[in-house]
């Protein structure tokens, strides 16, 4: 266990620890909401669709690595039961049982945005106090907000299609 680490931490550890847990949790519910979507999508751009959350799955999971690897040097142990994923994590994981791309974006949307404010939430609290566990947050914080706007795109150029293609039927 990182002795150093835990020593130049300039904030209540006990506190970092918490949110790190709760992020991990988080991650690890990400990364299945994303692969299963994936598996299970149908309608308009479904391959890139597809290929999108396939690759957003990878990174929520690489994701939970990086946390776990934080957790450890900080001297705690990642979540070490999946069932407990679900009753520490804030940003809920939402099951596609209507598998249409447009529910699976707007279920991916949410999920992003709660885990934008999550990260936000651990920068402000180590902004200053712990720079490693800042710099990492603050790392998974820039790819959620990407992940936002990736997804949203894909939403919006539906819509849009969907929009503009009732125009020429009209027409």
């Given at each position: ?73 900080l001297g705690s142990l990642p979540i070490l039961d999946p069932q ?54 603050e790392k998974i914080l820039k790819e ?28």
């Open positions: 266990m990182g002795e150093m680490a835990q020593r130049i931490v300039k904030q209540n550890k006990d506190e970092i620890i918490k949110e790190l847990q709760i992020a991990f949790a988080e991650e690890w519910l990400a990364y299945y909401q994303y692969w299963i979507g994936a598996q299970v999508a149908v309608g308009p751009q479904r391959t890139s669709i597809t290929a999108e959350f396939t690759e957003h799955a990878g990174e929520e999971l690489k994701h939970a690595q990086w946390l776990s690897d934080r957790l450890i040097q407990e994923w679900q009753q520490i994590a804030q940003c809920r994981y939402a099951a596609p049982t209507k598998p249409y791309v447009v529910n699976l974006i707007e279920q991916n949307v949410v999920a992003e945005r709660c885990a934008i404010a999550r990260y936000q939430k651990i920068c402000e609290l180590t902004f200053g106090k712990d720079f490693e566990t800042f710099r990492l947050a959620e907000i990407e992940h936002e706007q990736e997804i949203g795109d894909f939403g919006d150029d539906i819509r849009a299609s969907s929009k503009y293609g009732d125009r020429e039927q009209e027409s």
